[in-house]
Every structure is written in structure tokens, then in C-alpha cells.
């Protein structure tokens, strides 16, 4: 079993960056598949995007394409998501979770673990 922390979190400005960075604990860290999902006030928790266990693959929603940037680094627990370009539509708590499939799953009940989540405010 794993538990993530996620962090990074915070308000920026329209066009701006955030980094979001999510720690686990856990001996099983990498044999799960990693994904970072977002919920904004009044809609459904939605996939943003997510990375295999050997990072070889990785799937984006299409709102997210060519601004975020996912990646791991095993060795450290940790998954990354880089946040470029941001526009106040990106608002939302950001949620990391793991995943058991070996794909990269879209949808929330294929992920069993979940983090407390980390705010992200785009001012425009």
C-alpha cells in the first residue's frame, strides 16, 4: 500500500508555472501506474494526466496537452507534474493517486490510493 503527499500547490498569475510534486510512502511506489487528477468547485473530479511504472508511457487530457508535463523519478517516490501556460480554468484542487492497471487509466475508480489533494488558483 502507498500513501501520497501531494505539494506545490499555491496562486499564480495567468501564463504563469507551478510545480506539483507528490511523495510516497510505501515499498510498492513503482509498480503503480501514477496519475494526477483535479476537482474543481461544482464539477467531477477529472484525469489531468498519468505516467506507467517505468515512465515509458504517459496519457494527458486533452485540455492539458503541450502545457503539463508528467514524470517520475523512482528511485526518490516521486511523481511530478509541471504546470505551464496556466489559465484560471486550471484552477482546482490537484489530487495524486495510484493506479494497479499497467496502462494509464482515465477514470477515478481505477485508482485506488489518493492524497489529501493541494489548491492551485490562476488569477487572470
Known amino acids: 500500500q502507498v500513501q501520497p503527499v501531494e505539494s506545490g500547490g499555491g496562486l499564480v498569475q495567468a501564463g504563469g508555472s507551478l510545480r506539483l510534486s507528490c511523495v510516497a510512502s510505501?515499498?510498492?511506489?513503482?509498480?503503480?501506474?501514477w496519475g494526477w487528477f483535479r476537482q474543481a468547485p461544482g464539477k467531477e473530479r477529472e484525469f489531468v494526466a498519468g505516467?506507467?511504472?517505468?515512465?515509458?508511457?504517459?496519457n494527458y487530457a486533452d485540455s492539458v496537452k503541450g502545457r503539463f508535463t508528467i514524470s517520475r523519478e523512482n528511485a526518490r517516490n516521486t511523481v511530478t507534474l509541471q504546470m505551464n501556460s496556466l489559465k484560471s480554468e486550471d484552477s482546482a484542487v490537484y489530487y495524486c493517486?495510484?493506479?494497479?492497471?499497467?496502462?494509464?487509466?482515465?477514470?477515478?475508480?481505477?485508482?485506488?490510493?489518493w492524497g489529501q489533494g493541494t489548491q492551485v488558483t490562476v488569477s487572470s
Open positions: 493517486a495510484a493506479s494497479w492497471i499497467a496502462t494509464v487509466p482515465t477514470t477515478r475508480d481505477a485508482y485506488p490510493y
Open positions: 510505501g515499498h510498492t511506489f513503482n509498480y503503480h501506474t
Open positions: 505516467i506507467t511504472w517505468s515512465g515509458t508511457s504517459t
